[in-house]
């Protein structure tokens, strides 16, 4: 691996093992950030994340949710903020995030780490923002 994929890897496996079950978002997303991550953006549904770093950018390609061809949902914000309340809440895993968002007519977020908001957006432009709070972690 190199410097930043291993930095990025670090910052992931810290944070899953500090992250709360309810609300545990802002916490992945501050580790990320004090590990030099700026942006991240996620293309779905082939689950692809491309981090942004300072001194350069890392691609981490998960498992596709769907693969061949197929009909991309319909945008449909009710289920988006339905899906984020839910993985909010701790009652869905970050997979089955995925889905439901793919599901309405998600096919691509920003993460903003500096800014601290996720912009949602549909095939055809479509998009919703939300912001996140900031989180002090622990020493």
């Known amino acids: 691996m190199t410097n ?6 670090e ?13 545990g978002f802002p916490t992945l997303a501050e580790v990320l950030r004090e590990a030099g991550v700026s942006m991240n953006r996620w293309v779905l549904p082939s689950c692809q994340a491309i981090y942004h770093m300072k001194d350069g950018s890392v691609v ?12 991309i949902p319909i945008f449909n914000r009710e289920g988006l903020i339905k899906a984020l309340r839910t993985d909010q809440e701790g009652k869905s895993s970050f997979l089955e995030f995925l889905k439901s968002a793919w599901e309405a007519g998600v096919v691509g977020y ?7 908001k996720v912009i949602y957006y549909g095939a055809k ?4 923002l939300e ?6 972690l622990p020493k």
């Open 4 to 9: 930043l994929t291993t930095k990025l890897t």
């Open 11 to 23: 910052a992931q496996k810290l944070a899953m093992s500090i992250r709360p079950k309810v609300g």
């Open 60 to 71: 981490q390609q998960g498992n596709p949710i769907v693969t061949g061809v197929h009909e």
């Open 110 to 116: 920003d993460v903003d780490l500096i800014g601290r």
């Open 125 to 128: 432009g479509e998009s919703y």
């Open 131 to 136: 912001e996140y709070p900031a989180v002090t």
